[in-house]
């Protein structure tokens, strides 16, 4: 079967993003510096969410665009979804403002 | 390449020809209804009861919708809450529309025999004016004419990876064009700031993007709420973008590449031409009618696909006086929305075409619609209204 394909914008990004609907297990081709990185999802990674391209620790930094979006709020394994539920947004957070405060 | 444009006495160039008439009320309604040609706007802020700043910045937005280039004549009625104040009083508006070198008529009902009076003045001269600005031929003049303003919303993945990197290629193309070109939404921006400041042309300028972004999110931490909740918007969220940073980061491709010359308020003119960011807010009531009264004769919204399932139409622009594109690089939004969306690059995601390749096809359906192509929301009579942005507190 074909590899299903996501998008890295930076080489120095450690997800990628899903170009088509990806179902759990399937393979994925990732293009990179002109060959392509290939790797299994482990669940099923909607058409325009993320993915890991490596195993992520708990509190790394998670980069796409070659910056930081976040950090990981949980170990992150290769080929899962990156979203809400492991990746945390750090800046304009008024409530870890006010959590600081206390 | 070039495009065919109206030349206005003070050189701007316009890509429509109105006679525009304001502020709000009865009077421009009633004048509007009646006149073929003739446009205005429709809003809630009229200036009463806003603190000095805040009129000034109506004021602004007035002014600059009536100095915008694709405008050829305006006329100022005194009907309206706020004219009492200096800021904005008829004749100071009429008078710096005017400066700009367009002809400017003034109403006033009680010089005029009351707001019938007014209303009737002013269909005559509206008449008048929309028949003299129709002997006005369009000509062939260069990118330096345009002026483009650029929002992107219900953004999600698609928005950072095709639809606004063509929006940069378009940007940089205008801007190498000598073009002026647009940009804002400081929430927008953070996470990107540095990335940002490193293409500013002076350190002046780097130091202002800085500010303008510890200043707003300096507001966001001072609500004590998770950005998070707040935006990235629900939209965005189920589009797969996780983060505030992940949006912002996706977002600046709109701006291109180009140096970014200065840092503008809400409505404000820029001196020169070139790649500008404007302080603003993301709202599209409010951004467009900002980018209007700042110059723009072109405006786009990059529109990404979450939270715009089922809607067919796509309704109608709030910048009343530029002609408004939507674009789009989601498969799913393009299918639904159709008959609505001016510009589609998901051909960059399906592998079609390359970012460039959508951006120059972009760059030519701008020019086609700043030469007089009507865009998909044109063809609508649907306006919206403007929430101009305002920031300070009523009294």
Known sequence: ?102 | MSFLGYIRSDDSVGTRNYVLVIPQGIIAKAVCDFVAGAKTILTVDHGSGRTANDREQIARVLIGLGRNPNVASVIVHAASPGVGYPELCAERLADEIAAGGKRVELLDPAKDGGTYGAITKGIQLARRMVHEASKLRREKVGDDGLCIGVKCGYSDTTSGIAGNPAVGYLYDRIVAGGGTALFGETTEIIGAEQALARRAATPEVAEKILRAVTVREDQAKATGQDIRTVNPVPSNIKGGISSLEEKSLGAIHKAGSAPIQGVLKYAERPTRKGLYFVDNWMGHLSIFAGYAAAGANVVLFQLGGGGVAGRTLLEGSPSVVAPFLWASANPNTYATATDSIDFYSGTVIEGSETPEEAGERLYRTVIDVASGTLTRSETLHYTEPIDMYLEEPRF
């Open chain 1, 1 to 102: 079967m074909q590899p299903k394909r996501a998008l890295i914008m930076h080489p120095d990004d450690n997800v990628a993003t899903a170009v088509e609907e990806i179902a759990a297990g399937e393979e994925v081709a990732v293009p990179s510096a002109g060959n392509f990185l290939t790797l299994t999802a482990t669940e099923a990674i909607p058409f325009g969410f993320k993915l890991a391209l490596r195993e992520i620790p708990q509190g790394e930094i998670i980069r796409k665009y070659g910056e930081t979006i976040g950090l990981a709020t949980t170990v992150i394994a290769k080929g899962a979804m990156v979203h809400i539920h492991n990746l945390e947004g750090t800046r304009a957070r008024g409530d870890l403002e006010r959590g600081s405060e206390r």
